[in-house]
């Protein structure tokens, strides 16, 4: 059975600081991982999407690796803001056309002003 | 753009009470999910539409039913609440056709049973 998990599940930072959000899971027949950030009371919103081909997605300040063989992936966020503050999910896909996804726990970042 | 709505956002019932939450997205997409959230327990995958007129169990699946009603709408009902359905519950969809596999998330709905 598939399992997935972030490490820390808190993590406060100063501004300006460049950090990592680590996930890993137990299985690396995964479909695609994806990167997710949580505001409070709020759905997900969807940040990074990596297919099971690709080792990394840039986006903006965010870059998500993956490297399968060893079930880990780093979500990396350059110059962090007080608008960062929020959880961040990871996911991964079960291989199958359904894209069903398990969750991690998720880390929740706070970014002192 | 709204993206995947979801009604009602909040719900009190008591034990014993039926309910059904209701989705719908307008990005024309194939497949529809519904998710639990549960402090230290993450997402958990309840039902699943892969494409209109097909439902499967996820995970967490007892006590619940969904319904896809069309491409764009899909519920889930709470025949007889129990206290553990508390929790909020996400809405989401995805297009399988492009292989992107990217999940659009509603806003959730926070169920109360007492």
């Known amino acids: 059975k598939q399992e997935v998990t972030q490490i820390p599940a808190a993590l406060s930072v100063p501004e300006g600081e460049n950090l990592v959000l680590n996930c890993s899971f137990t299985?690396?027949?995964?479909?695609?991982l994806q990167w997710f950030r949580q505001d409070p009371g709020k759905g997900l919103t969807s940040l990074l999407l990596?297919?099971?081909?690709?080792r990394e997605q840039t986006s903006g300040r965010l870059n998500a690796s993956l490297d399968k063989s060893s079930g880990r992936s780093t979500l990396y966020i350059a110059a962090s803001q007080p608008g960062d503050s929020a959880t961040y999910l990871c996911?991964?896909?079960?291989?199958?056309?359904?894209?069903?996804?398990?969750f991690g726990t998720g880390t929740l970042l706070a970014v002192q002003p | 753009n709204a993206g995947v709505t979801q009604t009602p956002k909040f719900q009190v019932l008591k034990t014993g009470q039926s309910m059904t939450l209701q989705c719908a997205q307008d990005m024309n997409h194939n497949s529809m999910y519904w998710y639990r959230q549960d402090p230290g327990m993450g997402l958990r995958l309840i039902y699943y539409s892969a494409s209109e007129g097909t439902t499967d169990k996820g995970e967490v699946p007892n006590g619940y039913n969904v319904s896809r009603l069309n491409k764009r709408e899909f519920s889930l009902r709470l025949e007889s609440a129990a206290p553990s359905q508390t929790s909020v519950y996400f809405c989401a969809s995805s297009w399988e056709g492009t292989n992107t596999g990217e999940l659009f998330f509603g806003e959730g709905s926070r169920l109360t049973v007492l």
């Open positions: 996911a991964v896909a079960d291989g199958g056309a359904t894209n069903k996804l398990i």
């Open positions: 299985d690396s027949a995964i479909y695609n």
């Open positions: 990596i297919q099971s081909s690709q």
